[in-house]
């Protein structure tokens, strides 16, 4: 919100105040020199009591009055100036107080409106497919009026060439900020060349994956940007284009300062692992940009956003709403994160030749991970979760995913605890054909299908995670749940010591904060890409009274609420023994062994 709203949101209701007192009290002799009792805080006038006070009781002598009332009236101002003054102090130093402000009214606002039926306990009953009052929101990344016009290819810096790194989510976030940086250094973009060399080997470029030609005319405002550098520029120039690597979450200062200066002096900049390197705080108008480049400008392209809204057709087809799981319990990614998962020394060696892909990688210890919450849970733990949360037994799921390590054995407790399970394989066996050697073209597919579901559960806090989680809150808040796993770890080890109920109370309990509504984090906190806070409105309160009226009217609809159902009890009475070793789950085990289950 910055200092001066601050400092204005801590004065301006009590300035209103004084202004009042004040005119109360030089209105305070009126109807024919009648006096009246007012309280004044600009001056120690003499306050006298009313007829009506005079004759209820006793009263002390007119100076004692005088002088108590000059002391009261001192004594009150004084306080009110330090609290004004103190509060002032800190919003100009800190800049928080009045956003925090501004963030808990708005909590106890929406509280008080929205959450309006009640359970039979007293507390609400919280729709697991639907945020409460979503609706109230909506994404805004039009430009300001005073947004400044792209500067045309003639007049720019220079032309910047992007290399990304990664895999398709990872790149996406390089392409948005690659964008944001070219209008911050006042240079021409060149399409953006997408990673070729990273774990997953796809050779696609950036025309294979998305719109080219409605990218370049959706940011002509914002940015010029063309195909490859002209010709002419390149015979021109006597050296190569200059490479360089920026540190990551650069501030824009950086790219003025150290950046700019070589742009204008070569003329061509090649900026490599492109990933995150632009910071998560801009001013408001470079964040609706990224907003405008990552949930307008990079549309699919029309083979994929046509087999993609083919599998959400198939999926509604069979069920008036499903979940999108994104599993991630691909090899890389455990191998990744340094946890352990029970497998012995087949995992542990089958992990450390990953890993060796990441040089920079440290050495973690796999429990400490697993107390900090950084280890995905396992297919099974997430289905247990979601049971737990309220989700029935014949739920339909869309699993978002690549190869799940332990293949098909690993998946068998997810599929005996909701039945309805489908993959992009089995939904479009034949049509996916030609996608198949294209890793980012199937993700492509994955993303298309969890965006456009009822609600998305993500199973880490990866690329495709944060990109879509951030998407879904723009795109109305969308239930988005993210397993709080510091917290349901240490639940899923203890679940054998509880019945069922108590178990799913806890869930619920653990997850309070995880489940995608709109006052989840503060103002100015979190990852931008996750969190969009610059490109979410609020709609005006009379709006939302007015919906608010229309929900009590169309009370007593059915919704699919946190009322806990037991699952099916064959499916919750498989305690999980993994034993990687032989690439098999043992089942009937009585035994805890081994993480997770």
């Known amino acids: ?114 959450y309006t039926k009640r359970s039979g306990n007293g507390r609400e009953a919280i729709d697991v497919w639907k945020s409460s009052y979503s609706k109230f929101y909506y994404g805004c990344s039009q430009r300001g009026p005073h947004y400044r016009p792209a500067v045309k290819e003639r007049s720019s810096n220079g032309y910047l060439l992007i290399a990304t790194s990664g895999g398709l989510n990872q790149q996406r976030t390089g392409i948005t900020d690659a964008v944001v940086v070219a209008r911050i250094l006042n240079a021409t973009l060149v399409v953006p060349e997408l990673d070729h060399h990273s774990y997953w080997k796809d050779d696609s470029d950036f025309i294979h994956i998305f719109d080219v030609d409605w990218f370049m005319s959706y940011l002509a405002k914002d940015v010029a940007i063309v195909r490859r550098v002209p010709e002419k520029v390149m015979r021109s120039m006597e050296k190569p284009p200059y490479t360089m690597r920026v540190p990551r979450k650069s501030e824009p200062e950086y790219y003025i300062e150290q950046v700019l200066p070589i742009l204008l002096r070569r003329r061509v900049l090649q900026l490599t692992k492109f990933d995150y390197r632009l910071s998560s705080n801009l001013d408001d108008e470079l964040q609706k940009l990224r907003c405008r480049v990552n949930y307008h400008a990079l549309k699919f392209t029309k083979s994929i956003q046509e087999l993609g809204h083919k599998l959400v057709m198939r999926m509604r087809k069979m069920a008036k709403r499903f979940i999108a799981v994104h599993l991630r319990f691909e090899p890389d990614m455990l191998a990744f994160s340094g946890c352990y998962y029970g497998g012995g020394d087949k995992e542990r060696d089958e992990f450390a030749e990953i890993r060796k892909r990441w040089a920079t990688l440290p050495d973690l210890s796999a429990e400490e991970e697993r107390k900090r919450g950084k280890c995905p849970l396992t297919p099974y733990e997430v289905g247990l979760m979601l049971r737990a949360l309220g989700f029935a037994n014949d739920t339909y799921l869309y699993i978002a995913s690549g190869e799940i390590y332990g293949g ?62 951030g998407r879904r809150r723009y795109m109305g808040h969308k239930r988005t749940i993210r397993p709080n796993a510091k917290r349901l770890s240490a639940l899923f080890m203890a679940r054998h010591q509880m019945n069922w109920e108590t178990f799913a109370k806890k869930v619920k309990s653990c997850q309070k904060g995880f489940m995608g509504d709109p006052d989840e984090v503060k103002p100015g906190r979190g990852e931008f890409h996750e969190f969009p806070q610059a490109c979410v409105c609020q709609k005006p309160f009379k709006d939302i009274e007015k919906s608010n009226d229309r929900d009590h009217h169309s009370a007593g609809k059915t919704k699919s609420t946190y009322n806990v159902e037991k699952p099916d009890e064959k499916a919750l009475q498989i305690p999980i023994k993994r034993n990687m070793g032989k690439e098999r789950l043992s089942l009937g085990d009585e035994k805890d062994e081994g993480f997770p289950e």
């Open 1 to 114: 919100m910055g200092v001066a709203k601050s400092w204005l949101f801590s004065l301006t209701p009590a300035a209103a105040k004084l202004a009042l007192l004040q005119q109360h009290h030089q209105n305070g002799f009126s109807n024919g020199g009648e006096k009246k009792h007012v309280l004044s805080l600009r001056s120690p006038a003499p306050i006298t009591a009313t007829a009506t006070a005079t004759k209820m009781a006793p009263s002390p002598s007119q100076k004692e009055r005088k002088q108590a009332a000059v002391s009261w009236s001192w004594s009150w101002s004084l306080v009110c100036g330090l609290m004004l003054f103190g509060l002032g102090l800190i919003s100009l130093f800190t800049g928080q107080v009045a956003s925090d402000l501004e963030w808990y009214s708005q909590r106890l606002v929406l509280n008080t409106s929205f």
């Open 408 to 469: 098909e054995e690993t998946l068998r407790p997810l599929r005996e605890l909701f039945p309805n399970f489908y993959t992009k394989e089995m939904l479009a066996s034949e049509e996916l054909k030609p996608f198949l050697p294209f890793s980012s073209r199937l993700a492509a597919i994955d993303y298309i299908v969890s965006d456009e579901s009822d609600v998305f559960v993500t199973n880490n806090n990866g690329n495709m995670a944060k990109i879509l989680a």
